[in-house]
């Protein structure tokens, strides 16, 4: 909507049109972000409104919007509301197409090669479940994987008479090989498809994808990425990862409203998959065939480009840089101490801002609980698939001051002050 008729609408719902757009922004907390100044984690920590209940450190289930995405969002469902059914029997395809071309853009795909879902978890399933399985074939993934998507391979298996084989990723590996080894001693003659991380979900670790997809390829392999954790978080190319199928969450790190996904299927690959549920146009011999969505919220849609606006404007490597930074600033500072368990690698370039840690003398739910309770800090317990501690997960806005008040709790709880 356009400043001239976003004023009219005020006017008609009876708000002076004195109102501008400035005080707009004033009111919603936005501020401009000088995205070159010395300052610039300060300023990008202004620009969110947090919850001074407590601090957050649980950005990995969702990291909510900043104002200005979440303000820009907020206009496209005005304006979407604003045109009704006009809206969606016209623009709607074409711009989910810009939104997907610009996501394609950011993560290096073409086009062609990407559509927009609702979560990673759709994406995926969108994969396994139309997989042409055949009774004996078999596919490998981890124990340390989501646990929504072992289900769906647990249902797989009970449709088609595929057989799961799961295999436990390192925690502490001492080089690729050793993570790529792991894939490899599982495969059969009968492994068709392998599931892998590109960031494991509970405890930071990030992998070698493309060491094990051209392993996997070599046997003949094809690999889908759960890559939940990945857009948004750090930087990569997806022609340089070598995967077949790759799945993520764009109300994670990339921070678009919830409803979002990605789904990548490299360039000839989309016909052997069946569509899980019947596209307008059956047949197609594009990825579209796989995207029915119905009627779905298109607001959402439009906000990805302005989360990938945010995103390139704050840099992707400089974001990746301060996430990192983050993690170890206070993973360094508690690593080693007695009582004290890091559930992720210690090389730096083996995660980024995710990573877990535990109290050996205490469980995980308990850890967390008394993170809240006494010192106004969120988490979330992981306890399983070998892992046994909090996953802590800062963002952007998240402050020095923030990992100190964390240090000190984890240090008092674990007997260490």
Same mark, same amino acid.
């Given at each position: ?5 976003? /004023? ?7 708000? =002076? ?49 900043? %104002? ?8 496209? /469902? ?6 009704? =059914? ?19 853009? /950011? ?20 994969? *396994? ?79 070698? *994808? %493309? ?29 340089? /990862?070598?995967?077949?199928?790759? $799945? ?33 146009? &059956? ?39 301060? &996430? ?12 080693? &101490? ?47 698939? $070998? ?25 008092? &709880?674990?007997?260490?002050?």
């Amino acid at each position: 909507m356009n400043k001239r008729s976003f /004023l009219k609408s005020l006017a008609f719902l009876g708000i =002076s049109s004195s109102f501008s757009l400035k005080s707009q922004a004033k009111d919603f907390g936005i501020h401009s972000i000088d995205f070159e100044a010395d300052d610039l984690w300060d300023q990008i920590r202004a620009g969110y409104k947090l919850k001074p209940d407590y601090i957050n450190l649980e950005n990995g289930y969702y990291c909510f919007l900043p %104002q200005e995405t979440l303000e820009k969002y907020i206009e496209h /469902l005005r304006e979407v509301n604003y045109q009704g =059914s006009h809206y969606m029997r016209t623009v709607q395809w074409e711009n989910k197409a810009k939104s997907a071309a610009m996501l394609a853009e /950011l993560v290096g795909a073409s086009p062609e090669e990407i559509i927009i879902t609702r979560n990673t978890t759709e994406s995926l399933d969108l994969i *396994i479940a139309g997989y042409p399985w055949q009774e004996g074939d078999e596919a490998i993934m981890s124990n340390q994987d989501y646990g929504s998507m072992l289900n769906m391979f647990e249902l797989a298996s009970r449709r088609h008479g595929m057989k799961p084989v799961k295999i436990d990723i390192p925690m502490h590996p001492e080089n690729d090989e050793e993570v790529v080894a792991a894939y490899e001693e599982a495969i059969t003659p009968n492994t068709k498809l392998m599931m892998v991380p590109h960031i494991v979900n509970i405890t930071g670790h990030i992998l070698p *994808i %493309q060491k094990i997809c051209d392993m996997a390829h070599s046997h003949g392999v094809e690999v889908m990425v759960d890559g939940a954790h990945a857009v948004g978080h750090f930087a990569f190319n997806m022609n340089d /990862l070598h995967c077949d199928y790759y $799945g993520s969450s764009l109300h994670k790190w990339l921070s678009v409203p919830l409803g979002a996904g990605l789904l990548y299927v490299k360039n000839g690959k989309a016909p052997k998959i069946r569509p899980l549920l019947a596209p307008y146009q &059956l047949d197609q011999e594009t990825i579209l065939n796989l995207n029915h969505t119905g009627t779905h919220a298109v607001s959402t849609d439009l906000a990805v480009i302005n989360a990938i606006e945010f995103q390139n404007k704050m840099g992707a490597k400089r974001k990746e840089e301060r &996430l990192r930074y983050i993690q170890k600033y206070w993973s360094d500072q508690v690593r080693g &101490l007695p009582n004290v368990v890091i559930n992720t690698p210690i090389d730096p370039q083996r995660s980024c801002a995710i990573a877990n840690v535990g109290i050996e003398s205490m469980k995980p739910a308990d850890l967390a609980k008394r993170l809240l309770d006494e010192y106004q800090i969120f988490t979330v317990a992981i306890d399983g698939a $070998g892992v046994k501690g909090c996953r802590i997960s800062p963002n952007v806005y998240t402050s020095e001051a923030d990992m100190d008040a964390f240090v000190i709790a984890l240090k008092e &709880l674990s007997g260490n002050a």
